[in-house]
């Protein structure tokens, strides 16, 4: 089973200032065998990626807007992944981008996983720590 992880650009900055979000992707960078992240403007990005700063978040576009964004996100990820039933997708995206993109890759049978689902902020960020120690610790033998 593969498993990839989907992020949600924080305003559009791949190098985000948002300590979550850089926690974020430093953890799936290291735990996951794929990792892009999903944009309100630019659908689908790699980390590293270079772009425009824009204060586009997908709370701000209407539910028509919403629907056409997941299609076309959902189109790139089938393309480049090819998913089905074997991958397992793991999403540490906020809750609008996930319920989004969830719903339409249950269509592929992947198997879609919110592993911090209902935590808060500082919840999170608290789990992102300890399992980068962990990470850190398990590496160095």
Not at 38 to 65: F, R
Not at 83 to 112: E, M, N, Q, W
Not at 116 to 123: A, C, D, F, W
Request: glycine share 6%; aromatic share 10%; with cysteine.
């Amino acid at each position: 089973m593969h498993g990839y992880s989907f992020h949600a650009s924080q305003r559009e900055v791949v190098h985000s200032s948002s300590p979550l979000f850089r926690l974020s992707l430093a953890y799936a960078k290291q735990a996951y065998d794929a990792v892009v992240i999903v944009s309100a403007k630019y659908h689908v990005l790699e980390p590293g990626d270079i772009i425009e700063y824009c204060n586009l978040e997908l709370e701000n576009l209407s539910d028509t807007q919403r629907q056409v964004w997941s299609e076309m996100v959902m189109s790139k990820l089938v393309s480049k992944f090819h998913l089905g039933p074997s991958d397992k997708v793991l999403f540490h995206a906020g809750k609008v981008y996930g319920d989004l993109l969830i719903r339409r890759l249950r269509r592929t049978r992947a198997t879609c996983v919110v592993p911090l689902r209902g935590k808060r902020i500082g919840e999170r960020m608290g789990w992102y720590k300890e399992h980068l120690a962990v990470s850190e610790h398990d590496s160095r033998g």
